[in-house]
């Protein structure tokens, strides 16, 4: 099974920065993985496949990249609305596996 | 435009079974050669892919729940349902289904909140 984890665990920035989460896998996934933002009482929400692809109606400030064990999702000039938790999640080998979340709070 | 319903019981007792149904509009199960999937959140906690079905029938389950998962698909009615029997008070979460295309999950429905307790 592979294990992805993320860091940091929480993340502050003020909004208009720029954030940086990083999602590690125990193996190769190649680029098979996925980041998702979940606000509260919602569903998670597709935002990158295929680690780069921004999915329908994601806005440009999002952006990944990676492949193979390291993957990371940009968030450039922060919106209020950003301020959630995001996930990382492989397609590359049953069972999908999700990591356990970065939280992205206000500074 | 595509959308999923979750349905069932909000209440289940220990070691009974948890069952819960997918409705889909907006996309054809049967026509999709997509996988769909159940993913559940334990309060205050993370995601957990519980298990897909692909449209053929196809299944694979998540090795910790394995035992005791079956996911089955109704294309006339354009479902698909989980079943997860012997629960306990660690299978209190909210369950999703959503479409899987690919691997990724890009639909989902709003979510159940299933409490295991008596």
């Known amino acids: 099974e592979v294990v992805l984890t993320q860091s940091p665990a929480t993340l502050s920035v003020s909004p208009g920065g720029r954030a940086t989460l990083s999602c590690r896998a125990s193996?190769?996934?190649?680029?098979?993985l996925a980041w998702y933002q979940q606000k509260p009482g919602q569903a998670p929400r597709l935002l990158i496949y295929?680690?780069?692809t921004r999915a329908t109606s994601i806005p440009a400030r999002f952006s990944g990249s990676g492949s193979g064990t390291h993957f990371t999702l940009t968030i450039s000039s922060l919106q209020s609305e950003d301020f959630s938790v995001y996930y990382c999640?492989?397609?590359?080998?049953?069972?999908?596996?999700f990591g356990q979340g970065t939280k992205l709070e206000i500074k | 435009q595509l959308q999923l319903q979750e349905s069932g019981p909000g209440l289940v007792k220990p070691s009974e079974t948890l069952s819960l149904t997918c409705t889909v509009s907006?996309?054809?199960?049967?026509?999709?050669?997509?996988?769909w999937g159940w993913v559940r959140q334990p309060p205050g906690r993370g995601l957990e892919w519980v298990g897909s079905?692909?449209?053929?029938?196809?299944?694979y389950y998540n090795p910790s729940l394995k035992s005791r998962v079956t996911i089955s698909v109704d294309t006339s009615k354009n479902q698909f349902s989980l079943k997860l029997s012997s629960v306990t008070a660690a299978d209190t979460a909210v369950y999703y289904c959503?479409?899987?295309?690919?691997?990724?999950?890009?639909?989902w429905g709003q979510g159940t909140l299933v409490t295991v307790s008596s």
């Open positions: 959503a479409r899987q295309p690919y691997g990724k999950y890009d639909y």
């Open positions: 907006g996309d054809s199960i049967s026509s999709s050669n997509y996988y």
């Open positions: 079905i692909h449209s053929s029938g196809n299944t």
């Open positions: 193996q190769s996934v190649s680029n098979n």
């Open positions: 295929g680690a780069s």
């Open positions: 999640q492989q397609s590359n080998s049953w069972p999908y596996t």
